[in-house]
């Protein structure tokens, strides 16, 4: 045993992030039978923050792929078997399984007590299409018994999937019957059906080998009048004609309604704009400028030959004044630590570019942006956009961030009242920049005009303070020679 152990390596999620608890599958770029060395990327994972592509640290053969793409798998579960010597030839790898499968159908022998190692094994043992179910599994075999009774009505199916049982098969002794029927889900899903006020024993599963999931339990606990109203619509038209055809809208509606599970970057968006929008007291503050001169410094620092190949924009002109304007109020780059009630100010810029990609809003930032010149300025934002849209952003350049810019101008926006990123004190919204009437120098005149929003946490910054901050940002973008006459 201890040999094999040895031989035949598993592969566990690793927490890839800081915290992190799951990650979801995206791809597998291997199968079973292939051979891989140490440092290779075997699959690419999904992670609450980012796509991340995770290497295996031994070398040997693909046994076995313990989940499908799609999956969503818990940090520490092992995802991938590799046989690290598969030149000793088969394995002696417990053959009694198989001939256990067709014992005794009345009593699966689920164990009453699980071993500790029963719900790595157990739980949840999806595979990719084509490769089975492993023969070791025993949890299994109610589901099989239900399909084998297929002329029986699909109620009574339903019933004996939910009662453990086999309408039609040897009753089964009564003292084992409970641990049999124990329904497979994991601590989160149960205490998730606890919360609901839903048992587990009468919800449907649709997970790998009957497990039951967050869907399933969710799913259990919709209103019944959803499910009933169907059934009960002939009865109702019997007695009150004229209320029957309510029902149909509600059907229709149903039918044009598309549901998507909550996971991934957009799970982890959710959570961290609650938390921040709950626990930090927001604050925005507006003003509109002319940044006619800054379109043109624009427009000069393309052919600028120190820029040469670089991305100039006017995002890049809005970070350098937000840098400048911390410079001069350095006391609005802070975070308020809640545990040890002390507000930590910090000496560099994490500066966070919010970026929209097709997996939802993720917030790279740009580590000691304060210190970068304009053309590294450039370089970093370039490299950060094409990275977040491109999907590859690590864990890492999402983290430690202390305040964001969001573009909403490019979608053709004039302003919003953004929510700070977790754990930052600021967060400036910079909207389109439009051609219209200003007054300047007396006289009406178009000029490119644009509106920026400042949110900050209260209880960090003040009214004034956060003031100061977005007119340094407006009377620079409005007169950018302030670059170098406040620098």
Same mark, same amino acid.
């Not at 500066?351 to 097709?358: E, S, V, Y």
């Not at 009406?444 to 004034?464: C, I, N, Y």
């Given at each position: ?86 030149? $000793?030839? +088969? *394995? /002696? !790898? &417990?053959?009694?399984?198989? @001939? #256990?499968?067709?014992?005794? %159908?009345?009593?699966? =022998? ?121 059934? $009960?619509? +002939? *009865? /109702? !038209? &019997?007695?009150?004609?004229? @209320? #029957?055809?309510?029902?149909? %809208?509600?059907?229709? =509606? ?110 790279p930032n740009i580590k000691d942006a304060q210190a970068k010149t304009l053309p590294e300025l450039s370089r970093a934002l370039g490299e950060l956009i094409a990275t977040a ?99």
């Amino acid at each position: 045993m201890t040999a094999n152990a040895q031989r035949f390596r598993e592969f566990k999620m690793p927490d890839v992030g800081e915290g992190l608890t799951e990650a979801e599958i995206l791809s597998w770029h291997v199968k079973p039978g292939d051979a891989v060395t140490d440092g290779q990327v075997v699959c690419e994972v999904e992670t609450a923050k980012a796509a991340v592509e995770l290497p295996i640290p031994f070398t040997g053969t693909v046994s076995e792929l313990h989940f499908g793409e799609g999956t969503t798998v818990d940090v520490g579960t092992s995802i991938i078997t590799v046989d690290t010597d598969p030149s $000793a030839g +088969p *394995a /002696q !790898a &417990a053959p009694a399984a198989p @001939a #256990a499968e067709p014992a005794a %159908p009345a009593a699966p =022998a689920a164990p009453a007590e699980p071993a500790e190692e029963a719900p790595e094994e157990g739980k949840r043992q999806p595979v990719l299409v084509g490769y089975g179910v492993s023969a070791s599994s025993t949890k299994r075999r109610p589901r099989k018994q239900a399909a084998a009774v297929p002329e029986q009505g699909a109620a009574d199916a339903l019933q004996a999937e939910l009662n453990g049982t086999v309408p039609g098969a040897p009753a089964p002794d009564a003292p084992t019957a409970p641990a049999a029927t124990r329904p497979l889900a994991k601590p989160p899903v149960r205490k998730l059906a606890k919360d609901l006020g839903v048992d587990l024993a009468r919800v449907t599963p649709t997970g790998p080998e009957g497990t039951i999931t967050r869907d399933d339990v969710h799913a259990a606990a919709a209103p019944p009048a959803q499910a009933e109203a169907p059934a $009960a619509a +002939p *009865a /109702q !038209a &019997a007695a009150e004609p004229a @209320a #029957a055809p309510a029902v149909e %809208p509600q059907s229709m =509606a149903a039918i044009r309604e598309r549901r998507v599970p909550v996971k991934g970057v957009r799970k982890a968006t959710a959570a961290a704009m609650v938390s921040s929008a709950f626990t930090a007291p927001h604050v925005t503050e507006f003003v509109t400028v002319d940044v006619t001169r800054t379109m043109r410094l624009v427009e000069e620092l393309k052919q600028d030959p120190d820029m040469a190949g670089l991305r100039v924009n006017p995002l890049l002109i809005v970070a350098k004044a937000l840098l400048t304007a911390i410079r001069r109020h350095p006391d609005v780059n802070a975070t308020w630590d809640e545990a040890n009630q002390e507000i930590v100010y910090k000496d560099y810029v994490n500066l966070g570019i919010a970026a929209a990609t097709p997996r939802g809003l993720i917030v790279p930032n740009i580590k000691d942006a304060q210190a970068k010149t304009l053309p590294e300025l450039s370089r970093a934002l370039g490299e950060l956009i094409a990275t977040a849209r491109e999907g590859k952003t690590s864990p890492g350049d999402m983290q430690g961030g202390t305040v964001t810019i969001t573009n909403v101008g490019v979608f053709g926006v004039d302003t919003g009242t953004p929510i700070l990123n977790r754990g930052e004190s600021a967060i400036l919204a910079f909207g389109a920049v439009k051609l219209q009437p200003w007054v300047h120098k007396g006289k009406v005149k178009p000029r490119h005009v644009t509106t920026l929003a400042l949110s900050f946490d209260h209880r960090l910054v003040d009214g004034e303070l956060g003031s100061r901050v977005l007119a340094d940002v407006a009377a620079v973008l409005e007169r950018p020679k302030r670059l170098i006459t406040w620098g």
